[in-house]
Structure formats: C-alpha cells, structure tokens
C-alpha cells in the first residue's frame, strides 16, 4: 500500500513538472514555471512524507525567501523533509543522476541543478546557473558534498557560499537531526534503514525503508547574514553552527 501511494503521488509530479519543464523550454517563461514547478515539489514532498511516516518539527521557523539554504547531509530524505517544509531548488551532484535515476530525473525538471564535482572548469557557469536560480528562488546546497553516517557532520566545501555573497542573500541554516526510527532511538544498529551512504544501493535501501512505519526528525532553523570577507569564513561559520547543533548518534 505504502509503495502504491509512493508511486502514485511521484507519478503526479513526474507528470506536472515534465509539462510545465516542457513548457518553459518551448515558450520561455521560466521564472513562472520554475516558481510553479519548485512549489509542486513541495506539495508533492509533503504528501509523499505522510505517506511515508516522516514527521519533521522545526523549532522556529526562520526562512527570508530566497535565501541560500544550506543543510547537513544524511540521506535521499533530506531533500523530501526539506522540500516539504521550504519552497526551493537543490544542487545536487550528476553522479547522482546516474546512479539514481529514480530521484535524478524528477529532481531535474523539478528546477534543481547537477553540477560536476569532478571538474572544476565548470565551476564558473555553474556558479552562474546557481546565481541565476537564487534570484528566483530559494536554492538549497549540501556543502559536505556527499552524506555521512550519522557520527559526525563532515567538513564544508566552500565553493557554492560565494553565490550568496555575490547575490546579497541571506543564508537559512538547517541542521537535521534524525530522532527516531519506528519509536526507537537511532544509533549504530538501525540507521542503516535511513542512513544512504557509502556501498548503499539505491534500490535494495529504498525497499528497506518502505518497511519503516515512522521517522521522526528534528530541524534546527537559524538564518545569518552573508556579510563576510569571503566564502571560507562564510563557509566556516555555517559549519560552526550546524556541527554546534548537530547531535552524532
């Protein structure tokens, strides 16, 4: 049942976002529809996270639209909990693309940005597809570049914090904190079920949490002003506040 819901409701955004992508593509108004397509996602993020069994509590709300957002990292969930919580786009990695097409694909017409990691000539029009994006909308970053296990938040790449610079934007840090799987406290023996890192296949992991009946999360919301010398102190005061309330199971 849970599976049928999940399929369901993906369909639906699959199916609204894919003409709404077209749509910008062949008329160009794509402030409109990207405006459009990111709010779906939302919608659409908070049902499948009642379908779910995510339940997320923010203890104060703070977000100033658009504003950079920068999160810690810990699963494919982040993006749902996010989403459903915050109208924004998210930068993501292309190898995430081609390892999950699954996400990838919806993740793409739904406004979101793949940059490559790998090679850093691109870094400049990505930085300015990024810019682009945050004048209309809000546009998430995951700095540690790649999700952890849950013991400890990994160091910043400060890269993409000069888009904020660069834009005036303020800066809405999000630190997750994963409570509870199925009532019980995560630790070591069941964040495996959430938890997508390393070996993990997509697949065979996504299969394993359908079976979950509840995960309850906690966000941290602070926003702060990108009035800094530069990106690496930017980057490094972020990091500061997030590791700060970040609780390591």
């Given at each position: 049942?849970k599976?049928f819901?999940?399929i369901?409701?993906?369909?639906?955004?699959?199916?609204v976002?894919?003409?709404?992508y077209l749509l910008?593509k062949?008329?160009?108004?794509?402030?409109?529809?990207?405006k459009?397509?990111v709010?779906t996602?939302?919608?659409?993020c908070?049902?499948l996270?009642w379908v779910?069994g995510?339940?997320?509590d923010?203890d104060?709300?703070n977000?100033e639209?658009?504003?950079l957002?920068?999160?810690?990292h810990?699963?494919?969930?982040?993006?749902l909990i996010?989403?459903?919580?915050y109208?924004?786009s998210?930068v993501?990695?292309?190898?995430?693309?081609?390892q999950?097409?699954f996400?990838?694909?919806?993740?793409?017409?739904?406004?979101c940005?793949f940059?490559?990691?790998?090679?850093?000539?691109?870094?400049?029009?990505?930085?300015?597809?990024?810019?682009?994006k945050?004048?209309?909308?809000?546009?998430?970053?995951f700095?540690?570049?790649t999700?952890?296990?849950?013991?400890?938040v990994?160091k910043?790449?400060?890269?993409?914090?000069?888009v904020?610079?660069?834009?005036k934007k303020?800066?809405?840090l999000?630190t997750?904190?994963?409570?509870?799987?199925?009532?019980?406290?995560?630790?070591?023996k069941?964040?495996?079920?959430?938890?997508?890192?390393?070996?993990?296949?997509?697949?065979?992991h996504?299969l394993?949490?359908?079976?979950?009946?509840?995960i309850?999360v906690?966000?941290n919301?602070?926003?702060i002003?990108?009035?800094?010398?530069d990106?690496?102190?930017?980057a490094?005061l972020?990091?500061?506040?997030i590791n700060d309330s970040?609780?390591?199971?």
């Open positions: 049942m599976l819901l999940f369901s409701f993906y369909s639906i955004l699959l199916l976002n894919t003409l709404l910008e062949s008329l160009f108004i794509n402030d409109l529809t990207l459009i397509r709010k996602l939302s919608i659409i908070k049902i996270c779910l995510v339940k997320s923010i104060k709300k977000h639209y658009p504003c957002i920068v999160s810690n810990l699963s494919y969930l982040d993006i996010i989403s459903s919580n109208n924004c998210f993501g990695s292309v190898d995430q693309v081609k999950d097409l996400f990838g694909y919806i993740a793409k017409i739904s406004g940005i940059v490559d990691r790998k090679d850093k000539r691109k870094i400049k029009s990505e930085m300015i597809n990024i810019s682009e945050l004048e209309k909308v809000s546009v998430c970053i700095p540690e570049a999700t952890s296990n849950g013991e400890i990994l910043f790449n400060s890269s993409f914090f000069q904020s610079l660069n834009n303020n800066i809405n999000l997750l904190n994963y409570k509870s799987i199925d009532n019980e406290p995560v630790s070591v069941n964040r495996d079920y959430v938890f997508y890192y390393g070996e993990h296949v997509f697949f065979e996504f394993k949490f359908l079976k979950l009946k509840t309850k906690d966000i919301d602070k926003l002003s990108s009035n800094s010398k990106r690496k102190e930017l490094e972020s990091y500061k506040i970040y609780q390591s199971i």
